[in-house]
């Protein structure tokens, strides 16, 4: 059962929709104003040290981790460095927008408007990219769905997970800052190559103070709040967040409630320095463990009191909103943040590393409902059982939680992508299912890329059904086509043509973020940017990792080919002629034609048919990507993970010869089009593992929903995890699963009121139902619900 003040906290965060502060945005303009002429690297640092001395400091009713973004409980941001013209081309309709509205006061919008944008016009990261941008490439990718990296030049890069092991338990940020002296004494005045490590360590002793500053306000806010409490309870607790706050995170941690609150300081860090997507907490079960186990073994602190601390901490992940633009919204519906705690696995030796801990973060996630963090699980052939049925017991609780991650593969996935083999079985994940390193340094969703648009083009002549307009390249008329042959041809020729495009974005972006947008905070956090004296944008990680492209509508864009291979070339049951007319009329009046197109073999039931037009295109698309290089010289990676993209791509897309029609979703990740895998999941499984995960490093998702009744029981949960078993056996890298009835969807639809902290899964990570628009909530409920195994 929740403390009181956990379930205060819970019912705030469910029942308050997220306002907006432009605290952050006007210490941070303030700041650069006066720093005109100053490095670019000083400059943020300055700008961050500011934020954390001026920034408003709350402290909220019950709270035992404090720190916030803003004023608000439940708050976001506004970062006009990277973007502003799309606040302020939106910011009028923000309480009322379709997916993830914001609160914004009147008076707010005038003085954002006033007082913060004209200083960053001309200025900010998005009117670099778009002046720079070709036109050609612009067409494709500002805005359109077909090809999408909005997120990357609207917004920072994120997308890193703190060393805690590495640096930050071990010195704080005291210690950092006394190594930056120590490493500034030793630079030469003489060498270009010093000047700019001089550079980024005077920024990231900037940045450390202000960290550190910002926790010595907390510590005396608390004092403050404490002298003023008639609670002696209360009272006792605030002077304990004020001895807390005070120690860290300057100093290491010496107990858990100091580690905890060093890891939330971290990321308030992150959070005020770049809005950052995918800003992760690693393996939590691990490097807390120490200080959980000092606690218990001393009789510092009780089960039940760090239970507390964790389930705090889950409150304090969700209560911060990414603040980002309608279309972003789209590819990112729900208020997600993708921060992914990762628990399970081996240690880096490879012995089991399940401890305490992870049971009691799957504990947190049942029992709080949040949807952060994203709960990632980490399942090897020897785990306990004992974890394994934890895991599939919270599958059957209908929150969407854990993600379940084959432990092999993704060990595999950092292998081949050049990782020492102990760093590698330390891995934990990435924002959705990225495998991933605490030293690294990667842009896993540098762009989403839409198959089916490429196969749209290729039987349209190169242009847009919806727009009519020429997007892609030129092509012959489709009943030009003499076999299935050449329309594979002419679908891999606007497959290239858009992974170009992609790449041309990309190494823009990435140019533009490495001159105007470094990152000092967060390099401070990576403890070979600290020895090498490089910040992240200029690979002073252990491992840069080239730029993840994201594929969506591998399910949709294989079954259409295998109809156009079936009914037209094998059968000439039908003509292409005729085929192109009932698409381009959305299937009217060719009802009879759809069923037989819907009748031909669909990706996820097992058929060797159509799985093997999907892995070939999967093959086509890493072996393409790999040999692109970005501005650092590493090879572009490809990725198969799901966010809520595959909804605004399909929404530009006409009708499909898989018998989907016009503005249809398209489907997402590894997983099968929404109600299409009619057999067993098992089968579902056995098509997700046809494809080659273990090159696709960005992390493949399958994401499968499962009647509750198969999960209800100790039994149904028990087969669960031998079918999980049995998918991990066949190469499977990841699988999670919504368990809840098609009946309790519905009515949450019809009164969300009654269903606030209702979790689903929507693709790489759970939200609150009630939380999405009704098209993303359909397609939820459009997914096959699995009554048998």
């Known amino acids: 059962m929740l403390t009181e003040r956990i379930e205060n906290a819970r019912q705030q965060y469910i029942n308050n929709k997220p306002s907006i502060s432009y605290d ?28 954390c001395e001026e920034l408003t400091v709350n402290i909220f009713e019950g709270e035992l981790i404090v720190g916030a973004v803003g004023e608000h409980r439940r708050c976001g941001i506004l970062t006009p460095e990277f973007s502003w013209t799309w606040v302020d081309r939106e910011m009028d309709n923000f309480s009322n927008r379709v997916q993830d509205p914001y609160v914004i006061t009147t008076s707010q919008k005038s003085y954002i408007r006033k007082h913060i944008f004209p200083y960053w016009k001309g200025k900010s990261l998005e009117e670099a990219f778009l002046s720079q941008l070709p036109k050609e490439t612009a067409k494709v990718v500002v805005d359109t769905g077909f090809v999408d990296n909005d997120s990357k030049w609207r917004q920072a890069v994120g997308e890193i997970t703190p060393d805690y092991e590495g640096v930050l338990f071990k010195k704080g940020f005291g210690g950092i800052i006394e190594d930056a002296k120590i490493a500034l004494s030793k630079l030469s005045r003489t060498d270009a190559e010093d000047l700019k490590k001089r550079e980024f360590y005077e920024s990231i002793i900037l940045t450390s103070q202000g960290i550190i500053r910002l926790a010595e306000r907390y510590s005396e806010k608390a004092k403050e709040v404490a002298a003023r409490e008639s609670s002696k309870t209360r009272c006792a ?21 100091e580690a905890i609150q060093f890891v939330w300081f ?28 000092t606690d218990i073994d001393n009789g510092i602190m009780t089960d039940n009191e760090i239970q507390e601390l964790i389930e705090s901490y889950w409150l304090k992940l969700s209560e911060w909103v990414w603040t980002i633009s309608a279309n972003t919204a789209e590819f990112f519906a729900g208020y997600n943040q ?14 089991d590393a399940t401890n305490e801990l992870s049971y009691m973060c799957l504990r947190a996630t049942e029992r709080v409902k949040t949807h952060q963090p994203g709960l990632s ?3 090897h052939q020897d785990c306990p059982k004992s974890f394994l049925d934890e895991v599939t017991h919270l599958v059957s609780k209908g929150t969407g939680f854990p993600a379940i991650h084959n432990d092999t593969v993704g060990y595999q996935m950092l292998l081949n992508a050049g990782y020492e083999p102990d760093d590698a079985r330390d891995w934990s994940n990435c924002g959705c299912v990225v495998p991933h390193f605490r030293k690294t340094s990667e842009w896993t969703s540098a762009v989403n890329i839409n198959f089916t648009a490429a196969l749209e083009f290729a039987l349209n002549e190169g242009k847009s059904r919806l727009l009519g307009e020429t997007i892609g390249l030129d092509e012959k008329k489709p009943h030009q086509f003499l076999d299935y042959e050449e329309v594979e041809v002419a679908f891999y020729k606007q497959f290239d043509y858009l992974i170009e495009q992609s790449v041309i974005a990309t190494l823009l972006a990435q140019k533009l973020h490495k001159e105007m947008v470094p990152r000092p905070f967060l390099s401070s956090c990576m403890e070979e940017c600290l020895v090498s004296g490089k910040d992240l944008v200029d690979c002073g990680a252990k491992y840069n990792i080239g730029p993840v492209l994201t594929g969506i509508g591998l399910a ?43 009748n031909v073999p669909k990706y996820g039931n097992d058929d060797d048919y159509v799985d093997d037009i999907a892995r070939k295109i999967a093959n086509y698309y890493y072996k393409t990507c790999h ?30 010869p898989c018998g989907r029609k016009a503005k249809e979703p398209l489907s997402e990740g590894v997983s099968p089009v929404a109600g299409s895998d009619t057999s067993t999941p098992l089968s579902a499984m056995r098509s997700a593992a046809k494809i080659n995960q273990d090159v696709h490093s960005g992390g493949t998702l399958l994401n499968l929903r499962l009647n509750e009744e198969l999960v209800n029981t100790k039994r149904g949960q028990s087969n669960l995890g031998a079918m999980i078993q049995t998918f991990f056996a066949l190469g499977g ?5 919504n368990t809840i009835s098609t009946e309790t969807l519905l009515e949450a639809q019809e009164k969300p009121e009654q269903y606030k902290d209702l979790l689903v899964r929507v693709a790489g990570y759970s939200t609150q139902f009630v939380n999405l628009s009704k098209s993303m909530q359909d397609a939820i409920i459009a997914r096959t619900a699995h009554k048998t195994y």
């Not at 952050?24 to 934020?51: C, L, N, Q, Y």
């Not at 002077?239 to 858990?256: D, H, L, R, W």
């Not at 109809?563 to 039908?574: C, D, G, M, W």
Request: positive net charge; glycine residues 6%; proline residues 5%.
């Open 266 to 293: 971290t990321q308030l860090g992150g959070i005020l320095s770049e809005n950052p997507l995918a800003l992760n907490p690693g393996r939590f079960d691990q490097y807390m463990y120490p200080y959980y186990r």
């Open 237 to 257: 607790e605030l002077i304990k967040i004020s001895e807390v706050c005070a120690k860290v995170p300057k100093n290491p941690p010496s107990t858990f409630y």
């Open 24 to 51: 952050r945005a006007k210490i941070w303009t303030e700041s650069h104003m006066k720093t005109e002429g100053e490095a670019v690297p000083i400059r943020r640092a300055k700008a961050f040290r500011d934020t």
């Open 377 to 379: 699980v980490r399942i």
């Open 556 to 598: 949709v864009t294989a079954n259409s080919l295998a109809v156009i291979k079936k009914l037209v070339f094998e059968e000439q049951s039908v003509s292409m002629k005729t085929l192109m007319h009932a698409i381009e009329v959305n299937w009217e009046g060719y009802e009879t034609l759809r069923q037989q197109a819907i």
């Open 338 to 351: 993708f921060q992914n705690l990762t628990v399970g696995g081996k240690t880096r030796e490879g012995k």
């Open 627 to 656: 040999q692109y290089k970005d501005i650092n010289g590493n090879a572009f990676n490809t990725a198969f993970m799901g966010i809520s993209n595959y909804l605004p791509t399909g929404k530009v897309l006409g009708a499909t």
């Open 733 to 737: 890298f990841h699988v999670q699963f």
